[in-house]
């Protein structure tokens, strides 16, 4: 199977999950919010707790709740970024965004739940004995809060009215948080359903993290909104420091792929059963969305 087809898999087991959770929920706007956040993405994060388990011997039933609870929350995130008084955006996945379609309280609520709905579904008995679910817990709520995601997007809001833009040392920082937090969550996942060392999946997620972060970068400067599903062109606009006005766009695409490279030395130790998160380190920086 091609890695798209895997990928797409992936995100329909995922979704399959995510429309389960919510079969029995109230007829109201702030559900209908949440599953319309739901709708769409890649499920990147989805398929590398799937694909981390399956590595490790884990099969998809038993780690898909897992898979659906990192999906949960980063449509959370994206709800939330979306808002006035952060990113102030109106376009996502190609779509308006929750408080354009509804309103700004019903994305607050619809986010708010989707974060709770997260921690529930790991609270699913198919994940394993309860040291594992509770471990799996306790390492999103580090990756989702203020020493992971929350901390990086506070570190992003603050730059934007900081009197000198960010240096390198100081954006890698913010994006280990903002964007890098789940997907080491995501990665390590597999390995801790499995009772296995999330040590090397977790140096590959670190380096998979920040490949993804400076390809949005990049996509920022070259992409299409129409392919993007979001509105580009607004670092440069505001004239924040980003990896590709520090480093150029050759070199931002340089050191995409050197971390590439490294996410996939990491990978060395699983031999042939770990090309499916190899491939997906590759999709990462050649994405157009």
Not at 73 to 95: E, I, K, N, Q, T
Not at 155 to 167: G, K, R, S
Not at 213 to 235: C, H, M
Request: with cysteine.
């Amino acid at each position: 199977m091609s890695f798209a087809a895997t990928l797409a898999a992936a995100a329909a087991r995922t979704q399959d999950r995510l429309t389960a959770a919510l079969a029995d929920r109230a007829d109201v706007p702030v559900v209908h919010a949440m599953r319309y956040a739901l709708g769409g993405g890649k499920r990147l994060r989805a398929f590398l707790v799937l694909e981390g388990a399956a590595m490790l011997g884990v099969g998809p039933d038993r780690a898909v709740a897992a898979a659906a609870a990192v999906e949960a929350l980063h449509a959370y995130s994206l709800v939330h970024d979306d808002l006035p008084c952060m990113d102030d955006d109106d376009l996502r996945r190609g779509l308006p965004t929750v408080h354009v379609k509804w309103d700004q309280a019903t994305a607050v609520l619809a986010g708010d739940a989707l974060q709770t709905l997260a921690f529930e579904l790991l609270c699913d008995l198919a994940l394993g004995e309860a040291a594992v679910r509770l471990d799996l817990v306790r390492r999103l709520a580090v990756a989702s809060g203020a020493q992971g995601m929350v901390l990086g997007q506070a570190l992003d809001i603050a730059a934007e009215t900081a009197a000198q833009p960010l240096t390198l040392d100081q954006i890698t920082r913010l994006q280990a948080g903002k964007t890098g937090a789940l997907i080491r969550w995501s990665a390590e996942a597999g390995a801790v359903i499995a009772g296995a060392d999330p040590g090397p999946l977790s140096a590959y997620a670190g380096a998979l993290g920040l490949a993804f972060q400076i390809a949005d970068d990049i996509l920022d400067v070259t992409g299409d909104a129409a392919v993007a599903g979001k509105r580009v062109g607004k670092d440069a606009a505001a004239g924040k420091a980003t990896f590709v006005s520090l480093l150029g766009l050759a070199g931002a695409r340089a050191r995409a792929a050197e971390l590439v490279a490294e996410a996939e030395a990491h990978l060395r130790p699983y031999g042939a059963g770990a090309e499916n998160l190899i491939a997906a380190a590759r999709f990462a920086i050649s994405r157009d969305s």
